[in-house]
């Protein structure tokens, strides 16, 4: 079974509480980079048939692997509707490491779009570092370096759709939005890149800095085609202060 199809078993345990599903943790090593959750205070088989009993809905919409990564973009519905990206490491066969950034579900946006609509599944496989490398430098450029004038280098305004529920689609929507201040600054404020994974025409990117004054998490999935970025999803999750995590691991 392939990594990423093991996610999928692992995480739709949550909604049916299958004592199964955790076989693919490997939970000696497991490192939980979630600041809000305990490491080690409830075996996840326990935590999940726990979950299962609160009816939760699970939606793994889409699922890519890089190499020992897994990353996933899924819907929940638990007391309240939330959008999220799953990341996971393995060794062995077995998941070791976990990220996740998760918000309230929001939308449709200006253009209709919900959170999670758009296509699915990889294309270009052949691309996938010429993919990441494109990402990489729309994030370093464009939103740390904020050379706005740079924009349409990397985005293809003509096709270009956004799924973030403050925005719409082309280029000028995205413009406005990166020019939006808050306060003495822009209100969103990316200040440092942390990871990019990737498989083919999809791109994960893992930055952090500040939205409208608040210290956030920004995990931006890119589509690419034709050497540009044609679509984009996200999710932003304010970063608890460090008195108030449950590990010590860090967000990232």
């Known amino acids: 079974m392939r990594n990423k199809d093991k996610i999928r078993a692992l995480l739709k345990g949550i909604e049916t509480g299958d004592p199964d599903s955790v076989v693919v943790v490997n939970e000696a090593k497991y490192i939980q980079h979630n600041p809000q959750t305990h490491e080690g205070s409830e075996g996840l088989a326990a935590l999940f048939k726990r979950l299962s009993l609160t009816n939760p809905k699970v939606n793994i919409v889409r699922a890519f ?3 020992d990564f897994v990353f996933a973009h899924t819907e929940y519905d638990f007391a309240s509707r939330k959008i999220g990206f799953e990341v996971f490491r393995f060794e062995d066969g077995q998941a070791v490491e976990h990220w ?3 918000q309230e ?8 779009r919900s959170m999670v609509d758009g296509p699915t ?4 496989r052949d691309l996938t570092e010429a993919n990441r490398e494109i990402a990489r430098s729309f994030v370093e450029e464009a939103l740390i370096g904020r050379r706005l004038e740079t924009l349409g280098d990397f985005i293809d305004d003509a096709r270009f759709a956004d799924h973030n529920p403050r925005f719409g689609d082309g280029l ?4 406005a939005a990166l020019e939006a201040t808050a306060g003495d600054g822009p209100a969103i404020r990316c ?6 994974l990737a498989e083919g025409s999809f791109v994960l990117s893992i930055s952090e800095g500040f939205l409208d004054g608040v210290h956030s998490a920004f995990y931006d999935l890119f589509r690419i085609a034709g050497g540009k970025i044609v679509e984009h999803w996200d999710t932003v999750e304010k970063i608890a202060p460090r008195d108030q995590w449950k590990n010590d691991n860090g967000k990232f």
Request: charged content about 40%; aromatic content about 0%; cysteine-free.
């Open 65 to 67: 692997e890089d190499g």
């Open 100 to 102: 996740d950034n998760i």
């Open 105 to 112: 579900r929001r939308g449709p946006n200006a253009a209709g």
């Open 121 to 124: 599944e990889a294309t270009d």
């Open 172 to 175: 000028s929507a995205l413009r």
């Open 191 to 196: 200040d440092r890149l942390h990871r990019v």
